[in-house]
């Protein structure tokens, strides 16, 4: 008995590994689709429903000002070039549950003068494909921007 409890979670550490290696091999895949405004239909397939739409809203939003929009920053590296054109590095999985997954990415600048910066991509399993579900928290902040900018022109 006590050799087949053995087996038993060897099996299942083995089942543990083999899940994080894939998470992380797909992050890594889906990282080349982390979204900007002129490429979001591209990246389409690549994100969450919900994602997506909240994306698609802020991203054609009419402009109300000469100003950089904040969002413009938001999937770039610290040298402002986008994420999808970096290279990443996986340094953590944690699977939340059975269908969420957090990873932390080390971005790697495409000017070799800045230094890599912590990101965090959350990942959904939609219909057997994991998907991104958010990047360094930024659902809340389009569900906000949103908001702020049609509260702005109804004044």
Not at 55 to 69: A, K
Request: hydrophobic share 40%; net charge negative; charged share 25%.
């Amino acid at each position: 008995m006590k050799r087949f409890l053995i087996y038993l979670t060897a099996i299942m550490l083995l089942a543990a590994c083999n899940s994080e290696s894939k998470i992380a091999g797909r992050a890594q895949e889906l990282c080349q689709h982390i979204p900007v405004p002129e490429q979001l239909e591209q990246s389409r397939n690549y994100l969450t429903e919900d994602f997506y739409a909240a994306l698609d809203t802020m991203f054609n939003l009419p402009d109300t000002s000469e100003v950089l929009h904040e969002w413009e920053f938001w999937f770039c590296a610290a040298d402002g070039s986008p994420v999808a054109r970096c290279t990443t590095e996986v340094q953590t999985v944690k699977l939340t549950d059975a269908m969420h997954a957090t990873v932390t990415l080390l971005v790697h600048p495409e000017d070799p003068d800045y230094t890599a910066d912590e990101h965090t991509l959350c990942m959904e399993l939609v219909e057997g494909a994991w998907l991104i579900s958010d990047f360094d928290n930024r659902l809340a902040d389009c569900i906000r921007y949103t908001k702020n900018a049609r509260n702005a022109v109804e004044l």
